[in-house]
């Protein structure tokens, strides 16, 4: 195999992986817009991007993880672990 195969199934694995990524990150806010459905009458948002994430009450940012819910926190967790996911989403709000 030469190097211009190589890089050309480089790109394809590439390829494949990205695809992962976007539906792990399709299906990161589905459970987020459940989550927020769920607790609606609190008035969450969540946002993401530049290498962080966030929920807000009332437009107001959340900076104690610990005053979340379980089932949120344990989504900022999974955040942390796939922080790849960030570069496919932003703000996820009720609605949208």
Request: net charge negative; aromatic share 14%; with cysteine.
């Amino acid at each position: 195999m030469n190097f211009t195969n190589e890089l050309e199934e480089l790109d394809k694995v590439y390829t494949v992986l990205e695809r992962v990524e976007e539906k792990v990150a399709q299906r990161f806010v589905v459970e987020v817009k459940k989550m927020l459905a769920k607790y609606k009458k609190y008035n969450f948002d969540f946002t993401c991007g530049n290498g962080t994430f966030f929920f807000c009450k009332n437009d107001e940012i959340i900076h104690d993880e610990e005053k979340l819910p379980k089932d949120m926190k344990e989504l900022c967790t999974f955040l942390e672990d796939n922080d790849y996911i960030q570069k496919y989403i932003s703000t996820i709000k009720l609605g949208e």
